[in-house]
């Protein structure tokens, strides 16, 4: 079991940056893929970046490449999404998102491919 808390949102103006953060109790964080996500009012859950459990691998959706970077420090149990260049579209309730991996290269796409959650942050861009 593990516990996911994420921190870091708030009220930016377009073109500007944000970092999220989002902490994992428990002492097996290494041996968890996790994934970032978000959801826009009235839209359906997106999933935007995705990391392995080593870091060695990640995964961006083509909406955020280039402007936002996934990361994770397993010695403090969390990990990092840095979104720069920020527009009006970002705004959405950002989770992040933790399954145990075996491979430790391995890099998880979905909802469906995670089983614990945050509870999320928001994050509000305006024009």
């Known amino acids: 079991q593990v516990q996911l808390v994420e921190s870091g949102g708030g009220l930016v103006q377009a073109g500007g940056s944000l970092k999220l953060s989002c902490v994992a109790s428990g002492r097996t964080f290494s041996s968890y893929a996790m994934g970032w996500f978000r959801r826009a009012t009235g839209k359906e859950r997106e999933d935007i970046a995705a990391i392995s459990r080593s870091g060695g691998s990640t995964y961006y959706a083509d909406s955020v490449k280039g402007r936002f970077t996934i990361s994770r420090d397993n010695a403090k149990n969390t990990v990092y999404l840095q979104m720069n260049s920020l527009k009006p579209e970002d705004t959405a309730v950002y989770y992040c998102?933790?399954?145990?991996?075996?491979?430790?290269?391995?890099?998880?796409?979905?909802?469906?491919?995670?089983?614990?959650w945050g509870q999320g942050t928001q994050v509000t861009v305006s024009s």
């Open positions: 998102a933790a399954r145990q991996a075996y491979y430790s290269d391995a890099v998880y796409r979905g909802g469906t491919e995670y089983n614990y």
